[in-house]
């Protein structure tokens, strides 16, 4: 999804799981119809001499009660609401009245803060968390019921459907996990409260201009904006979009004259595709996405691991610098070295090509880029699995009791 991974992407995985099971009761059969089952919940322990005091409700549809704060009156918020009227012709009034109905969310400046150091990342576990039986057995239902939307985005776009429905299922598993904090109370908090670190000044302008985005979507849209949920981050639907990333990309591949990221699948499917065509997404490279290596004691490699974000090498390339692909490579792509870190255990190293890379535009993170690979292939041969068997089946005479 575009940028919107602040912390390392297993904590967020983790924390999306536990989310689920705490509202499972509150989504819609539309999306439960993928078959997601939220784990058991434990009963928390009551205090034998203390009364406990009944929280305070949430407003509906979230899951906290934000704190006013003010926000309209901060000389920061103001100069940046003078900015947005003036550039895009809204209503300064009309601004004042949202931001008026905006709180500030303590738990949102919490999440974005970075993990404590210390940690291994580990691949094999950020796996098993995303390629799991749930997201395929939901994902080969989501190709079925979309095979024509899907059919028609990778004829316009390049990017085959396993790619676009591992996505949707690594994001948010078709719908089921979306986010409940108000997007207006995300970004503004994040976009002038921003926790302190070397990065903040940065990070509140990135939020300052999805706050902006934000209000230009729902515009757009015709959305009340305070009606708009998303993630900790402020990003939105089922493919979860930060703003900017749905003014941009985002298309009604549905035609109903609007853009639906949460109730339209078809619109979903287009905008991912979309998103991919626009960032380096090659339809002309196929077969393996990546290609598992071996790499030599000398370590003449290691440089080919910080060029960044794309694929540049040839085979030719990565053999002189001590890398023996475990099979023969293409030769008319260009590739990337990728790093796979297991904890205590041994690096996996793939030579990955540029799709690959185009995959790391949505989240910039191997194990993201590498878990929509696998999940994609997963969905992909289970899929042909229930499509083949039953008529392997008649071919054989087992028709059955």
């Not at 009660?65 to 809204?90: C, H, I, M």
């Not at 109730?263 to 991912?272: F, H, I, K, R």
């Not at 996405?289 to 004691?297: E, F, L, Q, R, T």
């Not at 190293?349 to 997963?378: C, E, H, K, P």
Request: glycine share 8%; with cysteine; hydrophobic share 40%.
């Amino acid at each position: 999804m575009p940028i919107k991974h602040l912390i390392t992407p297993l904590l967020a995985s983790l924390l999306l799981t536990c989310a689920a099971g705490a509202h499972a009761q509150s989504q819609s059969q539309a999306v439960d119809r993928y078959g997601y089952k939220p784990p058991p919940q434990k009963k928390a322990a009551t205090k034998k001499k203390e009364e406990a005091k009944p929280a305070p409700a949430p407003k509906a549809g979230t899951d906290y009660v934000g704190e006013y704060v003010n926000f309209g009156e901060w000389k920061e918020v103001q100069t940046f609401l003078d900015g947005v009227a003036s550039r895009n012709n809204f209503d300064r009034k009309e601004l004042d009245a949202v931001m008026a109905q905006v709180r500030y969310l303590d738990s949102v400046v919490q999440l974005v803060k970075p993990a404590p150091p210390g940690k291994p990342k580990n691949w094999q576990a950020y796996r098993a968390l995303n390629v799991d039986p749930v997201r395929i057995s939901a994902g080969v239902r989501f190709w079925n019921e979309n095979a024509d939307a899907l059919a028609r985005a990778e004829s316009l776009y390049g990017v085959p459907a396993e790619i676009i429905v591992a996505i949707v299922g690594v994001e948010t598993v078709y719908g089921r996990i979306t986010g409940r904090f108000r997007v207006l109370d995300t970004l503004a908090t994040l976009a002038f409260a921003y926790p302190e670190s070397p990065s903040r000044a940065a990070r509140m302008d990135y939020f300052k201009s999805e706050l902006e985005a934000a209000l230009l979507f729902a515009r757009a849209d015709g959305l009340d904006p305070l009606s708009m949920r998303g993630s900790y981050a402020g990003a939105m639907g089922m493919p979860q979009f930060m703003p900017s990333s749905a003014m941009k990309y985002a298309v009604d591949f549905d035609g109903s004259g609007k853009i639906d990221l949460l109730g339209s699948s078809a619109d979903v499917v287009g905008s991912v595709a979309s998103f991919l065509a626009a960032h380096g997404w090659q339809r002309n490279v196929t077969g393996p996405i990546a290609y598992p290596v071996k790499v030599s004691p000398n370590r003449a490699w290691e440089p080919l691991l910080q060029q960044g974000l794309t694929a540049k090498y040839t085979p030719q390339d990565l053999t002189a610098a001590g890398v023996v692909p475990t099979v023969a490579l293409p030769e008319q792509n260009r590739y990337g070295l990728v790093d796979l870190q297991n904890g205590g255990d041994a690096t996996e190293y793939w030579a990955a090509n540029a799709n690959f890379f185009a995959i790391t535009q949505y989240n910039r993170s191997y194990f993201y880029a590498m878990s929509v690979v696998d999940l994609g292939q997963a969905i992909k041969s289970a899929r042909a699995s229930a499509t083949v068997t039953p008529a392997a089946s008649a071919a054989s005479g087992n028709t059955g009791p």
